[in-house]
Antibody
């Protein structure tokens, strides 16, 4: 059974940093692309970033480019999102999602339950 | 990277069919057969319902179907059931390893 468990969320002040993690199990992690998708309270889904199986292809939404960095450790079956210079508008539930294939050019077939990030002073 | 355009809400009675549209541009929906649809019930994680415009993952009811014409993709749900009441989001590849979601559509089963 595919399981994705996000962690690392919390309350953080504007301008500070936070690192999210996603622990994957139930599938061969290094065979698949991975993504982060967020959802602000009461709002819709927003794709944040994606990374291919070997970290060779990475993409970011314009809203986070230059501030967020996605990475993965295939030996640890883990996905990460380093978030710097956080803003109030980054407040959201952050989902980890598995790609259907190894390339980032593929939809997201399994999702975690999310970790909540609140940016506020 | 502008969000795809979906109607805010649609509704239908049990047994009826409804269609949700998703309008993008020639840079995303119109350029790639990589539109997917996600169902989200309140407080739950999204679930993949359709990928690559019209393909259904294993386990998804064949009452759900997808199509695309030009810059607009569509999700059709036939034989509407109470459990179909949820939010639905379209998503398209936009090139350069970037994806974009629609704003979401709330489906109400009357």
């Amino acid at each position: 059974e595919v399981q994705l468990v996000e962690s690392g969320g919390g309350l953080v002040q504007p301008g500070r940093s936070l690192r999210l993690s996603c622990a994957a199990s139930g599938f061969t992690f290094d065979d698949y692309a991975m993504h982060w998708v967020r959802q602000a309270p009461g709002k819709g889904l927003e794709w944040v970033s994606g990374i291919s199986w070997n970290s060779g292809s990475i993409g970011y939404a314009d809203s986070v480019k230059g501030r967020f960095t996605i990475s993965r450790d295939n030996a640890k079956n883990s996905l990460y999102l380093q978030m710097n210079s956080l803003r109030a508008e980054d407040t959201a539930l952050y989902y980890c999602a598995k790609g259907r294939k190894s390339s980032v050019v593929t939809s997201f077939d399994y999702w975690g339950q999310g970790t909540l990030v609140t940016v506020s002073s | 990277q502008s969000a795809l355009t979906q109607p805010a809400s649609v509704s239908g009675s049990p047994g009826q069919s409804i269609t949700i549209s998703c309008t993008g541009t020639s840079s995303d929906v119109g350029s790639y057969n990589l539109v997917s649809w996600y169902q989200q019930h309140p407080g739950k994680a999204p679930k993949l319902m359709i990928y690559e415009v019209s393909k259904r993952p294993s386990g998804v009811s064949n009452r759900f179907s997808g199509s695309k014409s030009g810059n607009t993709a569509s999700l059709t749900i036939s034989g509407l059931q109470a459990e179909d009441e949820a939010d639905y989001y379209c998503c398209s590849y936009a090139g350069s390893s970037i994806w974009v979601f629609g704003g979401g559509t709330k489906l109400t089963v009357l």
